[in-house]
């Protein structure tokens, strides 16, 4: 089945900096890979998500990126804010079903 | 829009005794998902839903938990008996058709003692 691994575990960042977390996946035919957001005690919320036809998304000061041949993508944050401070998770989708499989999260700390 | 809602958002227990939680997922969302997720880890899958049919089981514990979605709306899951080890946040999720993207409830959070 599909393999989601997710770096840095932790990330500090002074406010106002950027912010990158990287993830790859192992199963070439997956075609969705959504990135979500969870603050503390709270549920997860998408917060962009991209498609396999698409190398690069933007959202404000939200990017994704996606390398289909090196099978990676990552999250670009930039100008950050205390209120990016949470955890967040990358997910990859598509073969086998359908079944969204998480990586292990980043917690992302944005020091004021 | 209401989102995703789930019931109890807090559940203690002890161990070996029942417990079940619900969910009614998005109006319209033909999949719904539940997941589990441990303290300081990304959600994982254990059941997922297509309308009435559970299409993807294989992470579920099935000797001691169980899953419905009887009329293709709100969904229960039951563990049965309850062990230390299934303290966990419980998610459940929705989607309008599998592929697309995920919107999660709020969770129920369960502590086995």
Redesign the interface.
């Known amino acids: 089945g599909e393999n989601v691994e ?1 770096h840095p575990s932790t990330l500090s960042v002074q406010e106002g900096d950027s912010a990158v977390i990287k993830c790859t996946y192992s199963d070439s035919a997956s ?2 890979f ?1 990135w ?1 957001k969870q603050e503390l005690g ?5 917060i962009i ?1 991209i498609r396999s036809n698409v190398g690069e998304k933007k959202d404000q000061r939200i990017a994704v990126t996606l390398n289909k041949t090196a099978k990676h993508f990552s999250l670009h944050i930039t100008e950050t804010q205390p209120e990016d401070s949470a955890v967040y ?1 990358c ?1 990859a ?2 073969a086998a ?9 980043t917690r992302v700390l944005v020091k004021p | 829009e209401a989102g995703v809602v789930q019931s109890p958002r807090y559940k203690i227990i002890e161990k070996k005794q029942p417990v079940a939680f619900w969910c009614n997922p998005i109006s319209g969302h033909n999949t719904l998902y539940w997941y589990l997720q441990n303290l300081g880890q990304g959600p994982e899958l254990l059941i997922r839903y297509e309308n009435e049919e559970a299409v993807d089981d294989s992470q579920l514990p099935k000797d001691r938990f169980s899953a419905e979605r009887l009329k293709g709306v709100d969904s229960t899951l039951k563990i049965q008996p309850a062990e230390l080890g299934d303290s966990a946040v419980y998610l459940c999720a929705s989607s309008l058709d599998p592929g697309l993207a995920l919107f999660f409830g709020p969770g129920t959070r369960l502590t086995v003692l």
């Open positions: 997710q075609n969705y959504p979500y709270k549920r997860p919320q998408l998500d998770f997910a989708s598509g079903g359908n079944k969204l499989t998480f990586g292990g999260g």
